[in-house]
T-cell receptor, first 112, second 116 residues
Framework: DAKTTQPPSMDCAEGRAANLPCNHS???????VYWYRQIHSQGPQYIIH???NNETNEMASLIITEDRKSSTLILPHATLRDTAVYYC?????????????FGKGTHLIIQP | GAVVSQHPSWVICKSGTSVKIECRSL??????MFWYRQFPKQSLMLMAT?????????EQGVEKDKFLINHASLTLSTLTVTSAHPEDSSFYIC????????????FGPGTRLTVL
């Protein structure tokens, strides 16, 4: 699976959009971009994933660049409960049988 | 949908005893379940992968005789830490795949193990 690079930490004001970047320049054609987050002392929570088209669900939007070498997770109206470590993970389709490789992620802190 | 539970949420045990942790997929059948471990201020590390009715596949450096995994059904996997020692104290998290999006892993809330 391709390696990802994320900033170690970010701040965002409550109520504003939080934009979390992820670089995955070595991604290959059949690899998806997944986002999870981990609130302190809890298990990771699935947020969203995508292949090449932008995706949106009730939690967030995922914007993938046309060359697929980077992506941005957008939390449209951040709340204090969105403070967590966010992980961007790249893995191949059909990889349901494979474990996930977690990097250090981005520690997003929502400021009141 | 796609809810995974773990039991217990925390456990304290004496050195040398064994501890069993259960992982259940509550509203879907999990074709594959995974066990991770997370030490303080570190990221999750995959320990093993298990499929129902098959032997688990362990990651390099994980002792299979110490961390016994049983995946008896499509909704239940157990991790038994045998002869636990203080260095086994960690946050153990399971995940399950096979839910609404077949390849997506859904995680349990984790089990905090403290070995005295």
């Amino acid at each position: 699976d391709a390696k990802t690079t994320q900033p170690p930490s970010m701040d965002c004001a409550e109520g504003r959009a939080a934009n979390l970047p992820c670089n995955h320049s070595t991604i290959s054609g059949n690899e998806y971009v997944y986002w999870y987050r981990q609130i302190h002392s809890q298990g990771p929570q699935y947020i969203i994933h995508g292949l090449k088209n932008n995706e949106t669900n009730e939690m967030a939007s995922l914007i993938i660049t046309e060359d697929r070498k980077s992506s941005t997770l957008i939390l449209p109206h951040a709340t204090l409960r969105d403070t967590a470590v966010y992980y961007c993970i790249v893995r191949s389709s059909g990889g349901g049988a494979d474990g996930l490789t977690f990097g250090k992620g981005t520690h997003l802190i929502i400021q009141p | 949908g796609a809810v995974v539970s773990q039991h217990p949420s925390w456990v304290i045990c004496k050195s040398g005893t064994s501890v069993k942790i259960e992982c259940r997929s509550l509203d879907f059948q999990a074709t594959t379940m995974f066990w991770y471990r997370q030490f303080p201020k570190q990221s999750l590390m995959l320990m093993a992968t298990s499929n129902e009715g098959s032997k688990a596949t362990y990651e390099q450096g994980v002792e299979k005789d110490k961390f016994l995994i049983n995946h008896a059904s499509l909704t239940l996997s157990t991790l038994t830490v045998t002869s636990a020692h203080p260095e086994d104290s960690s946050f153990y998290i399971c995940s399950a795949a096979g839910g609404p999006t077949l390849d997506t892993q859904y995680f349990g809330p984790g089990t905090r193990l403290t070995v005295l």
